[in-house]
């Protein structure tokens, strides 16, 4: 009988120091301090991002964003898509090796288990052995640190949607709603499971990205590859030995390339989708290198095409700016600057105008034709405004009824307005007229367009 199933083996990456274990601990701590310090800044009277969902608003610092603004947020998410095409265009899976939350989280409840348990080789040895006193305290201490970790990550998640002070007190007194309680516990499971337990197994069997990166790959893409040609033959040798007369490449077969990958792959057999680009064997390996007193890059960010024709780093760099990098880059700016420049010039107020269905025309005194309307103003500042409407589109049509209105910050109101036209001024029918709706304090004005109905 032929089985097809492979059992999970514990994969136990090895600690590595270096250049893109560098950069991968600095977005660690760009993307932690921003996910864990932005809820508790302050703008004015208020936290300075707040995803208020029950009042459907959005603060993000002095902007508030309302429903009818759901424009930018698919502004933002194409933004977020063809960063992600460009990036990997670039250099292959940046996001993943270095600000994925999989691997930011995985990052540090390995530096966790490494404190606590110590490193690879001690990990291993302890696992290996029968329970034990020392074995159950370490274990439930990083257990209990790992926990700590992922539900002050589900604590902080739920306070984007809510205040985060208010809710740090309803948590403490056990008096959060049922949907805080749902999230806070929920996410920070979903931390404590996915970058305690899982880890690479969300990366290889989760994680669609894996699936489909290979095409937006080409030949001159950073990838980390192994320099089979320069390594090759691989084989064990002292310090001092003559690879030349050995018959052997540069590869001393030390295997640290595989111990330090956090999926557990072999990268010198050549590029494969479990491989995340995290740059771990390219920082051992240079080490390897370094002792052996070997030139470094026998496993290095490079292009199938600078393999090929044996390019020099600046002659790499300069292919890797190619047509295709250089679209996506001038799609992403436009796309960018659009957004900055509807943001810059988004009205503080926003107007619907809805004419009454219960009187669409009459005649009044005088013999005046009169339409009723219904302005619908939403204040979307933080800030009182107050608002003038006036009416225009036909000779001596005018607004007879209260034509000001003051709004409270962030919130809407509504203003019924009797718009009147002088007798034989219009034939009879539908005419387009227009409502202007000044905003008196900040001196802006808008436009929105209706209809004036002259009866038979």
Not at 157 to 163: E, M
Not at 310 to 328: C, E, F, G
């Amino acid at each position: 009988m032929l089985s097809l199933y492979a059992s999970h083996k514990t994969i136990y990456p090895r600690s590595v120091s270096g250049l893109f274990s560098n950069w991968r601990w600095g977005m660690v701590w760009l993307t932690q301090i921003i996910f864990y310090g932005l809820p508790w800044l302050e703008w004015g009277q208020r936290q300075a991002v707040l995803f208020d969902l029950a009042s459907r608003r959005f603060y993000i610092f002095g902007l508030v964003l309302y429903p009818q603004d759901f424009i930018y947020l698919t502004g933002m998410l194409v933004i977020a898509a063809l960063s992600l095409f460009l990036f990997t265009a670039v250099a292959g899976r940046l996001w993943c090796g270095y600000a994925c939350p999989q691997t930011v989280y995985t990052e540090i409840f390995l530096w966790i288990e490494k404190k606590v348990e110590g490193d690879r080789s001690a990990r291993m040895r302890r696992d290996a052995k029968p329970l034990s006193l020392d074995k159950v305290m370490r274990k439930s201490t990083k257990h209990f640190l790992w926990l700590a970790v992922a539900l002050w990550t589900g604590f902080t998640f739920v306070g984007y949607f809510t205040p985060i002070k208010q809710h740090g007190i309803d948590f403490l007194q056990m008096s959060m709603g049922s949907w805080e309680v749902f999230w806070t516990f929920f996410y920070g499971f979903a931390t404590y499971g996915n970058a305690g337990f899982m880890r690479e197994q969300v990366c290889l069997h989760m994680c669609p990205y894996a699936r489909f990166q290979s095409a937006m790959f080409d030949k001159d893409t950073l990838v980390v590859t192994y320099d089979a040609e320069r390594g090759e033959p691989r084989g064990a040798r002292s310090r001092r030995a003559d690879p030349t007369q050995l018959n052997l490449g540069a590869c001393v077969d030390c295997s640290l390339c595989v111990q330090v990958c956090p999926t557990g792959i072999d990268i010198r057999n050549g590029l494969q989708y479990e491989c995340i680009g995290c740059g771990a064997c390219v920082d051992v390996c240079d080490t390897v290198m370094d002792k052996m007193g070997y030139a470094r890059g026998l496993i290095k960010y490079t292009t199938e095409h600078a393999m090929q024709q044996h390019w020099s780093q600046s002659q790499t760099l300069r292919h890797v700016l190619r047509p295709r990098i250089l679209i996506y880059t001038a799609i992403l700016a436009a796309i960018v600057m659009a957004m900055v420049t509807s943001l810059a010039l988004r009205k503080p107020f926003k107007v619907n105008v809805i004419r009454d269905r219960g009187v669409m025309a009459r005649m009044v005194e005088a013999g005046k034709i009169e339409n009723v309307y219904r302005l619908q103003v939403m204040n979307a500042t933080e800030t009182d405004q107050r608002f003038k409407v006036t009416v225009s589109g036909l000779p001596g049509l005018a607004v007879t009824s209260s034509n000001e209105l003051t709004v409270p910050a962030t919130q809407a109101r509504s203003l019924v307005v009797r718009a009147q036209l002088p007798p034989d001024m219009a034939p009879a029918g539908s005419h387009p007229i227009k409502f202007e709706i000044e905003s008196i304090d900040m001196k802006v004005h808008d436009a929105e367009k209706s209809v004036f109905l002259v009866p038979n």
